[in-house]
């Protein structure tokens, strides 16, 4: 039902006036890669895309770029065991339970980083 763009090159102050960007986004933002008209140029065109999509009735689809271009986001949010995925298991005991389906007990990095480092144990 809600159709989704990914604009390679545009960071999130991309949507802003670049003359009212407040300081923390200007340090702390990602850098774009394309100019302020170019990211314009790109929501316009994704906005009007929705809207005549909408009008017509046709169904809002995830284009096979946007897929592509969000897997490593996504594959490194899993890996890193993100709570915007799944809720991390914060008890008070030492060992967090591994038997709750609800909630996550670590990182996944961990098992790959020790391969990276250690090579497969047996």
């Known amino acids: ?6 604009i390679e090159g545009l960071n999130h ?3 802003l006036d670049n003359t009212m960007i407040p300081s923390g986004v ?3 933002d990602l850098k774009q890669e394309i100019s302020q008209e170019e990211g314009y140029n790109s929501i316009a065109g ?8 909408t009008l017509n009735g046709d169904k809002l689809t995830t284009s096979e770029e946007s897929k592509k271009l969000m897997k490593p986001l996504i594959d490194s949010m899993i890996l890193e065991g993100s709570a915007q995925l799944k809720q991390p298991c914060f008890k008070k005991e030492l060992i967090n339970p591994r038997d709750d389906p609800s909630c ?3 990182s996944p990095w961990v098992q790959t980083a ?9």
């Not at 039902?1 to 990914?6: D, L, N, R, V, Y």
């Not at 994704?46 to 999509?53: G, S, Y």
Request: positive net charge; charged residues 15%.
């Open 1 to 6: 039902m809600f159709s989704h763009h990914i």
């Open 13 to 15: 102050a991309g949507f």
């Open 26 to 28: 200007t340090k702390n």
């Open 46 to 53: 994704a906005i009007t895309d929705m809207m005549v999509k």
């Open 104 to 106: 996550l007990p670590g």
């Open 114 to 122: 020790q391969e990276i480092i250690a090579g497969k144990l047996p």
